[in-house]
């Protein structure tokens, strides 16, 4: 039944001295929303970099549903199944809406440029437009599709960013920080929205996030690392007793620390 | 509601074949005509020269947002590989005087000839390309501006002499003038060097923006928007941007053909940094991102350049009053001036990033609100 998605290895990353991410392993299963949370500076887009191709681990390796894509490509990784979206939301600006959607369909072509070029991929091409009119209409954004991407409104424009992702037809969605800049009505709703993509898209969901709410609420286990370091994972319910994760998110009070030391 | 599982044929794309149709059928008639040694048909023939070495300029500059300064490189490449092929083999022995008649001893048509510049100058894109486009932005303008100076010094070296003619011009090939139909007295009947190059213009510019527009097009725009986007949704950069160059420099290699046939000789000398900006320049002013710019922009560059400015260059006289600053020379002050404005005032160029059809959209439904206000 728990199917392994994503295996994460001891994995480290070194930039010059400092160690962003340090011996970090991690499990996902099939079918779970997992979230990664952390104070800030915690390594957690770092982590997500690593995941996707963007940076090559020093130490450490991740397996995909079994296979090894450490040092794989960006492209090479999204193409095997893993799709994400940006903490600073990175919309193609040139683009409408539609286009942004419809750009996310090209990994899948069959065409080369010459028979693109000379319109010999008419049946694709007519696919891919109406999979994202579909994707479109799924997320809400269809009367919106003639718009500038990034004409857009905030909320929407996180949520194009995940209808872009999908249209990559990933089987693994990493969300950095969905709902940054949301209000707490957005954030309700985006919760729901994730639930509601991960049944009908039959995704595994990793998220990093800061709502506390919106994690606890959808995340069916969270990993907390603090200083790249994993200090913390378990269910929602466990994680929030952790006394590890109450001092590194609120700070130890020296003196009961020092008591403690006595104590000890 | 609109149909968008279908990419639309509108009317206004409709009406823009329809312009363009009219274009090359006014330039046929006024062809036959008017003198043929009229400038209009001089300026014709270099503007759709630079048209498509802009546009194809455009597909990598405004496009796929590389910034390459290799243009003129490519363009000897297509000028050189045209002339190579197509001088008759009895007129080599005049050519390659000091090289025995030179190594290549046969000829294949013309259109063969600028299908290979075309190929060659790709080839050499791809063998560049591989180091060049890892470098970004500065680094790889830089980089492309040296290929296109090596390029140029080793066609003029002598030990290449046999297939290059070293520092000597390659002539006596066919030109533009060559596809004028005459009788048997030698008599032209019916003219067509102007209409030939504007139709090869317009059939590349075309397949470039058929390329524009498919899913290539867009994989390409989105590495111009953001690389790091881009790659996440699954577009591999390197063997697009390699495309990308591959087939930027085909047509530039393809515009150098023409501009052999247009010059009617070809020396490596010619092909300086100072073209490729005359080239950035008209991308630039028509808009970074348009092909209707960069068309009309090298039509209207290359008309200020060499004919509408011509009067500066002499006395003029205005009655009896002899208008100062007139002399040899004064139409560049004048040309850059205008230049220095255009960019001033057009931030964007001319077009922007729109083209001709976006234009019949707006003026439509500009209309059409005019029209339900009333």
């Not at chain 1, 090479?76 to 419809?102: P, Y």
């Not at chain 2, 090596?150 to 090939?173: E, H, V």
């Not at chain 2, 420099?249 to 010619?270: E, I, R």
């Not at chain 2, 922007?352 to 009333?374: Q, W, Y």
């Amino acid at each position: 039944m728990s199917e392994n998605v994503l295996h994460i290895d001891h994995l480290t990353m070194r930039f010059g001295g400092v160690v962003a991410v340090n011996d970090l392993s991690m499990d996902i299963n099939r079918g779970e929303i997992v979230a990664l949370i952390g104070p800030n500076g915690a390594g957690k887009t770092t982590a997500f970099n690593m995941v996707t191709g963007v940076y090559q681990p020093t130490e450490g390796k991740i397996s995909l549903e079994g296979r090894d894509i450490t040092g794989m490509r960006p492209d090479e990784i999204t193409k095997l199944g893993v799709a994400r979206t940006f903490q600073n939301i990175r919309l193609f600006s040139s683009m409408t809406v539609f286009d942004n959607v419809l750009t996310a369909h090209h990994l899948r072509r069959t065409s080369n440029f010459l028979t693109a070029t000379f319109r010999l991929n008419l049946a694709e091409e007519k696919k891919m437009r109406q999979e994202s009119e579909a994707l479109l209409k799924e997320v809400g954004l269809w009367e919106l599709k003639d718009e500038m991407a990034t004409s857009l409104p905030y909320g929407k424009q996180r949520l194009l960013e995940i209808a872009r992702a999908l249209a990559t037809q990933p089987r693994l969605l990493l969300l950095d920080e969905p709902a940054a800049g949301m209000n707490p009505q957005e954030t309700e709703e985006l919760g729901a929205f994730i639930k509601e993509i991960k049944d009908k898209f039959h995704l595994t969901v990793f998220l990093i996030e800061h709502h506390m709410n919106l994690v606890m609420d959808i995340s069916d286990r969270i990993y907390v690392i603090d200083f790249g370091k994993q200090i913390s994972e378990g269910t929602p319910a466990e994680v929030q007793d952790d006394p590890a994760v109450i001092a590194a998110y609120l700070g130890v009070d020296e003196e009961e620390e020092s008591n403690g030391e006595v104590g000890a | 509601m609109k149909d968008l599982t279908r990419k639309k044929i509108d009317s206004a794309t409709i009406i823009t074949g329809a312009i363009v149709i009219a274009v090359l059928l006014a330039s046929f008639i006024a062809e036959q005509f008017m003198p043929a040694t009229s400038m209009l048909f001089t300026v014709l023939k270099k503007s759709a020269t630079y048209a498509l070495v802009a546009v194809s300029m455009n597909l990598l500059n405004g496009f796929t947002g590389i910034f390459s300064l290799g243009q003129a490189g490519f363009m000897l490449l297509g000028a050189y590989t045209y002339g190579i092929f197509t001088i008759p083999v009895a007129e080599r022995m005049n050519v390659y005087q000091y090289y025995n008649g030179g190594l290549v001893q046969f000829v294949v048509p013309w259109y063969v000839a600028m299908l290979l510049a075309g190929l060659v100058a790709a080839f050499f894109a791809f063998l560049i390309g591989l180091p060049v486009l890892r470098l970004k932005s500065d680094y790889l303008a830089i980089a492309s501006l040296g290929f296109a100076e090596i390029i140029r010094a080793l066609f003029q070296w002598d030990k290449l002499g046999p297939i290059t003619n070293g520092s000597n011009m390659l002539r006596l090939f066919p030109s533009f003038n060559d596809f004028n139909i005459r009788n048997a007295s030698g008599e032209v009947v019916v003219y067509l060097d102007t209409l030939v190059p504007l139709l090869i213009t317009t059939l590349c510019v075309g397949i470039i923006v058929l390329l524009i527009n498919s899913t290539f097009g867009r994989a390409l725009k989105a590495i111009r928007d953001d690389e790091i986007a881009a790659e996440a949704m699954g577009i591999r950069l390197a063997s697009h941007k390699r495309l990308a160059f591959c087939v930027s420099s085909f047509f530039a290699g393809v515009g150098g053909a023409m501009l052999a046939m247009y010059q009617a000789t070809v020396q490596a000398n010619g092909f300086t940094t100072i073209m490729t900006y005359e080239i950035l320049l008209i991308v630039v002013i028509g808009g970074i991102g348009s092909v209707t710019g960069s068309c009309l922009s090298a039509f209207l560059f290359v008309a200020a350049s060499e004919w509408w400015l011509r009067f500066l260059d002499q006395k003029q006289m205005l009655g009896n009053f002899e208008v100062p600053l007139l002399r040899n020379g004064f139409r560049r002050v004048v040309f850059s001036i205008i230049i220095m404005v255009v960019v001033l005032f057009f931030r964007r160029g001319i077009m922007g990033t729109k083209e001709l059809p976006d234009l019949i959209r707006g003026f439509k439904n500009r209309r059409r609100k005019e029209a339900a206000s009333k």
